[in-house]
């Protein structure tokens, strides 16, 4: 009577490395391998046809179920067996028996590597492959409260051992040095079918690494890659890349909010999951910042000044010339879409883009943009992004805003390096944003936001004139009026905003932001002065109170 075995599944597709794992896994002096128990199964169930078919069915059990009972979960002589499993044998009909027990892990490739040497024996298809049943393993384990480790392949070659150690420790069973190396040659528990599959890993001796530079890729499997991309790159985010590789890169940051972690996008015309919301490299944006955008605030179920920033984007697109433009009402829609399929109906901010659109070759010009628009709804759980309680930092920038000579800011565009220069120096001094001047010395805005003081009662902003007229802004200027408050709009020097009696920003992002210091200078005295009170409530009062309802979620 043999001892207690315990099972370890490993599944995977054809050509990513199984067989050599296999062979790793062999060298140790507590297990005991199968190579593929359920392949005659799969032959019997599918009629797959093999060069050689006839001689397996012949010589492995064809009935799964009795696979399972007997042979995989049947009496062994060491602590662990190792089984070897291809995801497409796991065909309808098998036991559940198969996933409820043992310790199972997913061991992963990138099509890229694999499809070139798939068709020396079978002719390769998205079904030979299996990476949807593979997905499909991994999303039953998980059902069943055991999430598999997945390992990469391209880990595995980098690093061996680094990847073998942390295999063996989420399995955990103890790493042995015997993992890393064997005897060149055909093995005893090779399968029937190892002269057609396996001359390559005959021929080696441990773990190789991969080809410094791959060959060339036959367009002919160009569609088969489309095809099984998104299967594998789903699993590789749950790749624990880190814990394996001891080189590895810092791990996966941490979000501000982590219920952003599961938002969906809407990109080009589809909603879509955070990881796979993303734009081509041929689009104008990523070719040269090429596209306009908005920042939106929900409060309560509703839009504020929706229409006046829709306004402004089409605005800024027509200046830009853009071509095949989204209509307003397509836009709203895709706006109300996606709070809705995400469930923001309060606090939350949209990052509204529209790009120039996708070209069809790399350049330029803008000729090249025949796809129309593309339109993008990122919509985030964000609370304001400042202390607006006590306040904010700044500190003021060498790089100066752009004068309408060169880039109008009026244009809101996403070629942003003008601001995100000045972000670099308010981030090295550990302010909160820097102030910029235009280029004779007068303040123009923050790299984020525009810019308020209050000097004996007194409200005073820049002019527009190389800065973002922003909505915020403009909505806040009509609040000043409101409260019956002084305006004025005017030249301001830096030395002014170092002596005002109160200073605060605005901006969709971060609403009405108290400065407390400017360049080392104390604010009035450093506290969140009355009249930017004053203006935060009344604007908080208008947020709440205005606003385009959300469809399906409107107050009764």
């Known amino acids: 009577m043999g001892e207690e075995t315990e099972v370890i599944h490993s599944w995977s597709a054809p050509r990513s490395l199984s067989t050599s794992l296999m062979y790793s896994f062999a060298q140790r002096n507590d297990i005991e391998v199968l190579d593929e128990p359920l392949y005659a199964h799969f032959l019997r169930v599918t009629g797959a046809d093999r060069p050689y078919k006839e001689e397996l069915r012949s010589k492995m059990e064809n009935d799964g179920n009795k696979v399972v009972?007997?042979?995989?979960?049947?009496?062994?002589?060491?602590?662990?067996?190792?089984?070897?499993?291809?995801?497409?044998?796991?065909?309808?009909?098998?036991?559940?028996?198969?996933?409820?027990?043992?310790?199972?892990?997913?061991?992963?490739?990138?099509?890229?590597?694999?499809?070139?040497?798939?068709?020396?024996?079978?002719?390769?298809?998205?079904?030979?492959?299996?990476?949807?049943?593979?997905?499909?393993?991994?999303?039953?384990?998980?059902?069943?409260?055991?999430?598999?480790?997945?390992?990469?392949?391209?880990?595995?070659?980098?690093?061996?051992?680094?990847?073998?150690?942390?295999?063996?420790?989420?399995?955990?069973?103890?790493?042995?040095?015997?993992?890393?190396?064997?005897?060149?040659?055909?093995?005893?528990?090779?399968?029937?079918?190892?002269?057609?599959?396996?001359?390559?890993?005959?021929?080696?001796?441990?773990?190789?690494?991969?080809?410094?530079?791959?060959?060339?890729?036959?367009?002919?499997?160009?569609?088969?890659?489309?095809?099984?991309?998104?299967?594998?790159?789903?699993?590789?985010?749950?790749?624990?890349?880190?814990?394996?590789?001891?080189?590895?890169?810092?791990?996966?940051?941490?979000?501000?909010?982590?219920?952003?972690?599961?938002?969906?996008?809407?990109?080009?015309?589809?909603?879509?999951?955070?990881?796979?919301?993303?734009?081509?490299?041929?689009?104008?944006?990523?070719?040269?910042?090429?596209?306009?955008?908005?920042?939106?605030?929900?409060?309560?179920?509703?839009?504020?000044?929706?229409?006046?920033?829709?306004?402004?984007?089409?605005?800024?697109?027509?200046?830009?010339?853009?071509?095949?433009?989204?209509?307003?009402?397509?836009?709203?829609?895709?706006?109300?879409?996606?709070?809705?399929?995400?469930?923001?109906?309060?606090?939350?901010?949209?990052?509204?883009?529209?790009?120039?659109?996708?070209?069809?070759?790399?350049?330029?010009?803008?000729?090249?943009?025949?796809?129309?628009c593309t339109l993008i709804v990122l919509a985030e759980w964000k609370p304001p992004v400042y202390d607006n309680e006590k306040g904010i930092m700044l500190v003021t920038a060498t790089t100066r805003r752009n004068s309408p000579n060169n880039l109008d800011s009026k244009i809101h565009h996403n070629n942003l390096l003008n601001n995100i220069l000045a972000k670099i120096e308010g981030n090295n001094a550990g302010a909160d944003d820097a102030v910029m001047l235009d280029k004779d010395g007068y303040v123009s805005e923050t790299n984020a936001t525009n810019i308020f003081l209050v000097k004996k009662g007194r409200v005073v902003t820049p002019h527009a004139d190389y800065c973002l007229p922003g909505i915020t802004r403009a909505t806040v200027m009509e609040l000043v009026l409101k409260e019956n408050l002084v305006l004025e709009e005017r030249r301001i020097s830096l030395s002014e905003f170092h002596t005002a009696d109160e200073v605060w920003t605005t901006g969709t992002m971060g609403e009405l932001s108290p400065v407390v210091k400017i360049d080392g200078r104390i604010i009035g005295d450093g506290r969140v002065g009355p009249i930017t009170q004053r203006l935060q409530n009344a604007y908080k009062k208008l947020a709440e109170e205005s606003g385009v309802f959300i469809p399906t979620h409107q107050k009764s």
């Open 69 to 372: 009972k007997e042979v995989i979960f049947g009496a062994g002589t060491k602590k662990y067996r190792y089984c070897k499993h291809i995801a497409k044998q796991r065909v309808p009909g098998l036991t559940n028996e198969l996933m409820k027990r043992g310790k199972h892990f997913i061991l992963i490739r990138n099509p890229l590597d694999i499809l070139p040497s798939f068709d020396k024996v079978v002719p390769p298809s998205f079904l030979e492959l299996g990476l949807a049943e593979l997905v499909s393993i991994y999303s039953e384990l998980s059902e069943l409260g055991k999430p598999p480790p997945v390992i990469d392949a391209a880990d595995i070659q980098e690093n061996p051992e680094a990847a073998l150690r942390g295999l063996c420790e989420d399995l955990d069973i103890p790493f042995q040095d015997s993992m890393l190396r064997w005897e060149a040659g055909p093995k005893s528990f090779d399968g029937i079918w190892a002269p057609w599959w396996y001359k390559s890993v005959h021929k080696s001796t441990g773990f190789a690494p991969a080809k410094k530079y791959p060959t060339r890729f036959p367009t002919s499997l160009y569609d088969l890659l489309e095809q099984s991309l998104p299967f594998y790159n789903m699993l590789k985010r749950h790749a624990r890349r880190s814990s394996y590789i001891l080189n590895s890169t810092s791990p996966h940051p941490s979000l501000p909010v982590p219920a952003n972690e599961k938002l969906l996008a809407w990109v080009g015309d589809e909603i879509v999951p955070r990881e796979t919301a993303k734009v081509s490299v041929f689009d104008s944006v990523v070719q040269g910042g090429d596209a306009v955008w908005e920042g939106l605030r929900v409060y309560s179920g509703k839009l504020f000044k929706l229409e006046e920033h829709l306004d402004r984007l089409f605005d800024s697109a027509k200046a830009l010339a853009f071509s095949n433009v989204p209509t307003r009402e397509e836009v709203k829609e895709a706006i109300f879409k996606t709070l809705l399929t995400n469930g923001m109906y309060d606090n939350a901010h949209i990052r509204l883009t529209l790009t120039r659109g996708k070209k069809v070759t790399s350049g330029m010009s803008p000729a090249f943009n025949r796809y129309g």
